[in-house]
């Protein structure tokens, strides 16, 4: 069985990886315990890393939420849901959220859903429930789907035309 490493170790390992990438307090214990150092060892490590600025949870906060926001199209409720797990004060999480503007989540939302549409079958109450769970799995309020559904319509074409008909 593998020893775990030294406290010392330890700390020269995370602070390599909170060099690399921004990473929050929550996420390091873990990976500190799983090392298998003792929890004193882990807190003490996670200490002296904040303490020497490697760990921020309010600037990881920040990054993350703009981050899933911009690459993975991730909506405000999902975000703080996210940073919710990870044990990020309530403050931070405010701060990060910020990091999310109104318009441009809309925006967003509105090409996600048109997206969507553009690839499925399905037409009518089908559509919509489809679109719905859609956006919210992806963390949009429910009041912005439902802006966002009653603008891209339910129909599958963009460039229909209700006058060509006539």
């Known amino acids: ?6 406290p010392r170790e330890a700390y020269d390992k995370m602070a390599a990886l909170c060099a690399l990438s921004e ?7 873990l ?22 600025r490697f760990i921020d949870d309010a600037r990881y ?3 993350f939420a703009r981050d899933k926001w911009r690459f993975q199209g991730w909506g405000r409720v999902k975000v703080k849901r996210a940073l919710q797990l990870k044990q990020i004060s309530s403050a931070a999480i405010d701060a990060a959220l910020q990091e999310i503007q109104p318009d441009g989540e809309y925006e967003q939302l509105v090409r996600a ?4 549409r553009a690839h499925t079958t399905a ?3 089908k559509l919509s429930a489809q679109l719905f769970r859609f956006a919210a799995s992806r963390g949009y309020e429910s009041s912005l789907i439902f802006k966002a559904m009653k ?3 339910n129909r599958a074409d963009d460039d229909y035309d209700d006058d060509r008909m006539a």
């Open 1 to 6: 069985m593998k020893q775990p490493p030294s």
């Open 23 to 29: 990473q929050c307090r929550y996420d390091i214990r």
């Open 31 to 52: 990976k500190l315990l799983r090392r298998g150092l003792a929890p004193e060892e882990a807190d003490a490590v996670v200490e002296r890393l904040e303490r020497e």
């Open 61 to 63: 906060a920040r990054a």
């Open 113 to 116: 859903l048109r997206h969507k």
């Open 123 to 125: 037409t009518g109450a």
């Open 151 to 153: 603008e891209i319509g």
